[in-house]
C-alpha cells in the first residue's frame, strides 16, 4: 500500500463541467491546471478524474474508443502529462479512471472481433457460437456484424464486455479465466495501466471492478484472482494507488488487492443511512437529517465488519457523493452537510470530496439527460466559481455549455464563500487542514467507538489521541460521564456548542460537532 495513502484526501473532478480555459464550453485539461492551487488550498492532495480518453461520449466517456489517447475536447496526451507534472509540483497526486470491463462499441479491438475470420481480437470479448444463440440472464445484442454470434454487453449498448473469462464454463463458447483469450485480455489492459503509469500517473480509479468474470462467480473468487494477476503492475510502479468501485472492502481490498474501496451509495447500506436514507420505505431517517430520528448503529451494524475485516490490508473511501449520485444539498441543509463532512473527513479511511461539494453545488434534477446520464446529469453540472458569466466556469455563450450552469436564486459560488468565515467552504477547509495536522486523523489511525446507541444520536469515536463528537439532532445532548477522562479537554475543533464537564461527559449543543483532546 502506498505511504502516502494515509494523508491523502482526494478532490474528484468530471473535467466536462471544471473549468474551461478555450471557451467552448466543456472543461479541459488547462482549466484544472490552472485550479490545482484551489484545489490544494481546499486539503485535497490528490485528484481523481473521470474518463478522459477518446469517446463517443455515449456515457459520458465510460465509454472508451482508445485508452491510450486522451479525448481531443479535454486536450492532448502532452497536456495530461503536463497536468502530472503540475500536480505534483504542488504534492498533489492524481489517479484516472480505468475502465477494465468493457469497451466502447467504437473500439477498434471491439470492431475487428466482430469479424467473421478468426483474428487476435476475437476472444477479447465475449461472444456465443451462433448467431441465435442468446445468453441467458445477460444483455446481448445480435445482428451487427458478420460474425456469426451474438455479443454481451456490460452496461449501455454501447458496452460490449471484455473477456475476462467465465468462473466455471458450461458453453463451449465460454472460456475459463486462465485460457488465452481472458489472458490476452489481461495483458491488454496491464499495458494501458503501464502506459499512463510510466507518463507520471499515479493510479486508477476503478470501473466496474467487482464484475470481471462472468458466471457464477457470486463469492468474486474468479475476479479477485484477475485482479491479483493484474496487479502485478504494482511490482513495477509500487507507488501507485488503486480505488475500487465495489463497496466490498472485505472483497475488494483483502480478496482483490486494491488500496481503497469506495463506500457506495447502495440503498440501505451503512453509508447510505448516513445523509441518503429516501429511497427506504417509511420515509428519510438519514442520521445527519435533523428531524429524521435517524440512528448511527444502522451505519455501524454495515460499516465495522467491513472495517474490521479490511482494516489490516487497505483503506474505505467514504465519499460525499459522485458522478452518479444525487448532491447531498438534495436533501439536507447547510448545517446537516457541515456535520456529515466533518464526519466523513475524521473517519479512519481515505476520503473522496465530490466536486462541488465545498460549496453546496445543488442537484438539478429537472435537466436532460446528457451523455447518458439519465438522473445523474442533476450532479454533473459546472462548477460555480464567481459570481461573473456562467459562473466563472466558461468565458464561452451560455448556449454552447456543456449543462446549464445553476444560476438560480442562492446557486453558491467560490467566491461568494470565500469571504464568509462560516460558510462550507471554510468550514471544509478548516477541517482539511486538521486532518493533515493530526496524527489522529491519518488514514490508518486506530478507530474506536466510545458511545453509539440506538435512538441516541449523540455519536462518539476515538482516533488515536483525539475524541470526536456529533449530535445531528436539534436538541443538546450529553455523554455518560467518564468519556473524557477528567476535564480540561481541549477543543481543536467545533461546529456549534460544544464543552466538556467536571465528570468527563461531552456535552454538545443542537447540530453540533467537535474534535477533543
Ligand atoms: C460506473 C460509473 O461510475 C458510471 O458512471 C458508469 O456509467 C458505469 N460504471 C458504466 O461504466
Redesign the pocket.
Known amino acids: 500500500m502506498p505511504a502516502w495513502l494515509k494523508d491523502a484526501v482526494f478532490y474528484e473532478i468530471y473535467p466536462q463541467s471544471f473549468y474551461d480555459t478555450n471557451a467552448d464550453g466543456i472543461g479541459d485539461f488547462q482549466g484544472i491546471i490552472e485550479k490545482l492551487d484551489y484545489i490544494k488550498g481546499l486539503g485535497c492532495n490528490a485528484l481523481w478524474i473521470n474518463p478522459c480518453f477518446d469517446s463517443p461520449f455515449k456515457?459520458?466517456g465510460?465509454d472508451v474508443r482508445d485508452y491510450m489517447m486522451a479525448a481531443p475536447r479535454y486536450g492532448t496526451n502532452e497536456d495530461l502529462f503536463r497536468l502530472f507534472r503540475e500536480a505534483h509540483a504542488r504534492g498533489i497526486h492524481v489517479l484516472l479512471d480505468l475502465?477494465p470491463g468493457?469497451t466502447s462499441e467504437e473500439h477498434k479491438w471491439f470492431l475487428k472481433s466482430g469479424e467473421a475470420e478468426r483474428n487476435e481480437y476475437s476472444d477479447r470479448y465475449i461472444w456465443t457460437d451462433h448467431w441465435i444463440k442468446g445468453i441467458p440472464g445477460r444483455p446481448y445484442i445480435g445482428g451487427e456484424f458478420e460474425r456469426n454470434g451474438v455479443y454481451m454487453l456490460n452496461?449501455f449498448k454501447c458496452?460490449p464486455a471484455l473477456n475476462y473469462g467465465w468462473k466455471e464454463p458450461t458453453e463451449a463458447w465460454q472460456q475459463g479465466i486462465d485460457d488465452p483469450g481472458p489472458r490476452a485480455t489481461r495483458e491488454a489492459i496491464k499495458e494501458v495501466m503501464r502506459f499512463w503509469l510510466s507518463h507520471g500517473c499515479d493510479g486508477f480509479r476503478v470501473?466496474?471492478a467487482e464484475s470481471l468474470v462472468k458466471g457464477d462467480d457470486d463469492k468474486r473468487t474468479g475476479t479477485c484472482a484477475v485482479w491479483r494477476d493484474l496487479f502485478s503492475v504494482k511490482k513495477e510502479f509500487p507507488e501507485a494507488a488503486f480505488v475500487a468501485?465495489w463497496g466490498h472492502p472485505e472483497l475488494a481490498i483483502t480478496g482483490a488487492g486494491f488500496d481503497m474501496d469506495f463506500y457506495l451509495d447502495h440503498a440501505g447500506n451503512g453509508y447510505n443511512t448516513l445523509m441518503r436514507d429516501y429511497e427506504t420505505a417509511g420515509g428519510d431517517h438519514s442520521y445527519f437529517l435533523k428531524d429524521g430520528g435517524g440512528d448511527i448503529t444502522r451505519f455501524l451494524d454495515d460499516f465495522l465488519p467491513r472495517y474490521e475485516a479490511s482494516k489490516d490490508h487497505g483503506f474505505i473511501s467514504f465519499i460525499t457523493c459522485?458522478?452518479?449520485t444525487p448532491r447531498p444539498s438534495w436533501t439536507l441543509s447547510d448545517r446537516e452537510r457541515k456535520l456529515a463532512f466533518a464526519m466523513i473527513f475524521t473517519m479512519p479511511g481515505v476520503p473522496f470530496l465530490y466536486y462541488g461539494d465545498e460549496i453546496g453545488m445543488r442537484y438539478c434534477e429537472e435537466l436532460r439527460t446528457k451523455e447518458?446520464g439519465y438522473t445523474?446529469t442533476g450532479s454533473r453540472t459546472p462548477m460555480q466559481w464567481d459570481e461573473s458569466a456562467n459562473k466563472g466556469f466558461s468565458t464561452g455563450r451560455a448556449e454552447d455549455l456543456y449543462l446549464p450552469v445553476d444560476s438560480r436564486e442562492n446557486a453558491p459560488s467560490v467566491a461568494a464563500q470565500e469571504i464568509l468565515k462560516d460558510s462550507l467552504l471554510n468550514t471544509v477547509r478548516e477541517i482539511l487542514a486538521l486532518r493533515h495536522a493530526e496524527p489522529g486523523l491519518q488514514a490508518d489511525t486506530s478507530f474506536e467507538v466510545l458511545h453509539a446507541i440506538q435512538g441516541d444520536p449523540l455519536f462518539i469515536y476515538k482516533r488515536g489521541d483525539l475524541t470526536i463528537a456529533v449530535n445531528p439532532s436539534g436538541e443538546e445532548k450529553s455523554s455518560p460521564a467518564g468519556i473524557l477522562h477528567g476535564p480540561g479537554a481541549e477543543v481543536l475543533f467545533r461546529i456549534g456548542e460544544a464543552s466538556c464537564k467536571d465528570d468527563g461527559a461531552v456535552c454538545l449543543g443542537p447540530q453540533s460537532f467537535a474534535i477533543l483532546r
Do not use: P, T, W
Request: aromatic share 14%.
Open positions: 456515457d459520458a465510460y475502465v468493457h452496461f458496452q470501473d466496474m468501485e459522485n458522478h452518479d447518458g445523474r
